[in-house]
């Protein structure tokens, strides 16, 4: 869902995936080590050429990979040393309580010459969307989200250089632009409110609406910016 909204209603036609690829860089025969994988559909078949290992922590996700695939922890992943000659983690590392450890154990499994591609979301992406989103929060007693760049994003560039010293940040420039509020709510239900009680979410989504509805009123559309980008470190 959330990545069919970037399809119809991202500013940057681009996909992300595909400017992620070309920066992970897998040359043929290479062997690609894919932490907190999913279901891999997003990224695997851009990456033909490599032979792709994934792992995940998500049986339901790894059932749907079609490449040899672990259920394993992204803090004490199941390899040797330097195994690896590339290795990417997609959107997932805000999902990691020992983040530290997760980032030692992927340098340890990617040889010297090796590179490792961390994707994230840039700080205030979404920003506009969560303040609107967390004020109607309020209205109607619920407590407030964070998004994923609070947890783990671009900003955390001390933590990824701690055991990646020469990581650089890349930035993927994009926006969700919305000419209605129908999806907007579809995106916050995919998402940030999708565990919420359903008579508060009909509340929510009232108020959510009708706010939404002045935004676009007064400019036309609403525009949620979106940045993310990556880590690129070599080894």
């Not at 490599?50 to 049986?59: K, N, Q, T």
């Not at 609070?150 to 632009?177: I, K, Q, S, W, Y």
């Not at 979106?226 to 080894?235: M, S």
Request: hydrophobic share 45%.
């Amino acid at each position: 869902m959330r990545v069919r909204t970037h399809e119809l209603y991202g500013e940057n036609r681009s996909p992300l995936q595909r400017w992620v690829v070309e920066r992970l860089d897998a040359r043929p025969g290479h062997l690609v080590l894919d932490v907190g994988s999913a279901t891999g559909r997003d990224y695997h078949p851009r990456l033909t050429h490599a032979r792709v290992v994934a792992i995940d922590r998500s049986m339901g996700m790894l059932a749907e990979v079609r490449t040899p695939r672990a259920c394993a922890d992204a803090a004490s992943l199941p390899f040797r040393d330097a195994a690896f000659d590339r290795l990417m983690c997609n959107h997932m590392l805000y999902h990691v309580h020992d983040r530290d450890q997760a980032l030692r154990e992927m340098r340890r499994v990617v040889r010297p010459g090796g590179r490792v591609v961390i994707t994230a979301n840039a700080p205030g992406g979404l920003r506009n969307l969560i303040e609107l989103h967390n004020a109607a929060r309020a209205e109607v007693g619920l407590s407030s989200v964070m998004t994923a760049a609070e947890r783990f994003g671009l900003g955390d560039t001390d933590l990824v250089r701690a055991a990646f010293p020469d990581a650089r940040v890349e930035v993927f420039p994009n926006a969700l632009v919305f000419p209605a509020n129908q999806p907007v709510l579809e995106y916050l239900a995919s998402g940030p409110a999708s565990k919420d009680p359903p008579e508060q979410r009909a509340r929510l989504f009232g108020i959510l609406a009708a706010r939404i509805d002045e935004i676009i009123e007064r400019h036309g559309v609403f525009r949620v910016p979106t940045d993310a980008g990556c880590f690129v470190a070599d080894v």
